[in-house]
């Protein structure tokens, strides 16, 4: 993607989850306690594209995720990749540079259109053709040619190694598309859709998004609902509450944050609603423009990590509903280590952040701006930036405030160099330590920060890609993560957990709540 960019979601106040979490629901629900009706979703983020070759968002993934097939999905609950379109995937060399798939008998689109081996074919090669800036063509640099010997086989020659590639088009990044409904060199625009999924995108606005079942879906989703219509409140969360009190939508999936929860169980009652929470690995960043005057000074970078307390932040911001970030690959990870808590520490450190700006030759108050755009990354951003000025402020080193813009006006901005301080969140497209560190310092990187290692992207980016026995690339993982925090390219901040209010009748949340990221349309249903 340009970079996956985080949606707002924030994980729960632990005596609050220990409160609505009991009965809710999931034992009925695995047992068929559905009614076969609609579900109504909620939630604050927007679906930027309905075209699989654009969007890298998490809104658009959800699309993606139950539209559109991929060859291999991730299974509720699960971090490794099985069939779903295909029958079979393997890497057929030693090198893990040829990886071919069988496709499963009898694949239709939603149109009845056949879903044979061209179309796996022509979804890649479009996607990598168009290159859109939104896309996520980013993620297949290693992809040299896809070949189809016959209807049912798909061979990809990659330029490289890389084991992680089996992750890759699992995610949304591996939808296919019908050829016959898809220009090859441009963008579908129409905001429709048409794919193999076990749902048609039946309509799609501004307002809403409504989805029913596919009948010519051939997969391994079990659909448990007869279709699901998903709200855009567009940041609103006071919107988003009142729909969810006022029972006109069945889950709130973004934008609450641990206040508006509370609210909301106290206005409906003990019986009233759930929360029904999930694991992620979902982080968010500062990221420190390295060609800026003043960010793209080490004192300057290595002064802000001596002052920042994550630990006030989250429980001043976050009421405590967030978990401080020590390194760029998040705890629960394979591969996750401290590098930042070991070199910086977790508390503010004046005495030492004066020394890193002298060491840089900067003696007076450092003048700096920090952006924000709350509109994608949550309500609370533009407090938690302010939060973390006034941190800086308060030791008397810096001078710092907060300007907050629309998103797409921040990512242009972006891209022409204009911010040297900027927030950035990430939701994996798959659960691995790569998918933290080839992204952002790879070559290539989504950033936009100017950041490169030659170490990073000639050696431990490319070993730890060909190693198919994930255990193995730990070390090169802790390498990488030691050198971004000595460098300081970005400075984590923090990670969250998925969360969900849900009234009572709803049933197979918690199999949309997992460290894959797929929110799978097809486990919801009312009782």
């Known amino acids: 993607m340009n970079m996956r960019n985080q949606w707002p979601v924030l994980p729960i106040v632990a005596g609050l989850a220990s409160g609505l979490l009991t009965g809710c629901g999931s034992e009925q629900g695995d047992s068929g306690g559905g009614d076969g009706s609609s579900v109504v979703v909620g939630m604050s ?31 509720k609950g699960g971090t490794e990749p099985e069939p779903d379109a295909a029958e079979s995937c393997s890497f057929t060399d030693t090198q893990t540079k040829v990886y071919e798939c069988t496709l499963k008998d009898g694949l239709k689109f939603s149109n009845g259109d056949a879903l044979t081996s061209e179309d796996v074919k022509f979804s890649f090669e479009r996607m990598l053709k168009i290159n859109d800036d939104a896309g996520p063509a980013i993620m297949f640099p290693m992809l040299d040619k896809v070949e189809t010997p016959d209807d049912k086989t798909v061979v990809f020659k990659l330029k490289v190694p890389d084991a992680t590639f089996p992750s890759k088009i699992a995610s949304g990044a591996g939808s296919i598309v019908d050829h016959r409904q898809y220009d090859a060199g441009g963008l579908r625009e129409d905001g429709q859709a048409v794919g193999s999924g076990p749902y048609k995108l039946e309509s799609f606005s501004d307002a809403e998004a409504v989805f029913t079942v596919n009948e010519n879906y051939k997969g391994t989703a079990d659909v448990q609902n007869t279709g699901v219509t998903l709200r855009f409140f567009d940041g609103d969360q006071g919107a988003l509450k009142k729909a969810l009190l006022d029972d006109e939508i069945d889950i709130a999936y973004r934008g609450l944050t641990a206040a508006d929860i509370a609210d909301v169980e106290q206005s409906t009652g003990d019986a009233g609603v759930e929360v029904v929470e999930g694991s992620s690995a979902e982080v968010q960043h500062l990221v420190f423009n390295m060609d800026d005057p003043v960010a793209g000074k080490l004192g300057v970078r290595r002064a802000i990590a001596h002052l920042i307390d994550r630990e006030a932040l989250i429980k001043d911001v976050y009421q405590g509903t967030a978990d401080p970030l020590y390194s760029i690959v998040p705890a629960g990870i394979a591969g996750h280590n401290t590098a930042f808590f070991d070199r910086y520490g977790s508390r503010p450190d004046k005495a030492k952040a004066k020394a890193a700006l002298q060491d840089d030759g900067i003696d007076g108050k450092v003048k700096l701006t ?158």
């Open 45 to 75: 983020d927007k679906v930027l594209a309905t075209d699989p070759a654009s969007g890298y968002d998490p809104g658009s993934w959800l699309l993606f995720n139950n539209v559109f097939q991929s060859l291999l999905s991730f299974p």
């Open 370 to 527: 920090l952006w924000s755009t709350p509109s994608r990354y949550g309500p609370a951003t533009d407090q938690e930036l302010k939060t973390i000025a006034a941190q800086l402020n308060d030791s008397g080193l810096f001078d710092a405030d907060v300007k907050s813009v629309a998103f797409d006006q921040y990512e242009k901005d972006i891209a022409a160099g204009k911010y040297g301080v900027y927030v950035k969140g990430w939701v994996p497209d798959y659960p691995d330590a790569d998918n933290f560190t080839a992204p952002f310092f790879g070559e290539g990187n989504v950033l936009g920060n100017n950041y490169a290692n030659p170490t990073i992207t000639g050696t431990l980016i490319p070993r730890t890609a060909a190693e198919t026995n994930r255990s193995s690339t730990d070390s090169d993982f802790g390498k990488l993560q030691d050198v971004v925090a000595e460098e300081l390219p970005v400075l984590p901040v923090w990670q969250a957990k998925q969360y969900a209010v849900v009234h009572e009748n709803v049933y197979g949340l918690e199999n949309c709540l997992d460290a894959s990221t797929v929110f799978r349309f097809w486990e919801l249903s009312k009782g």
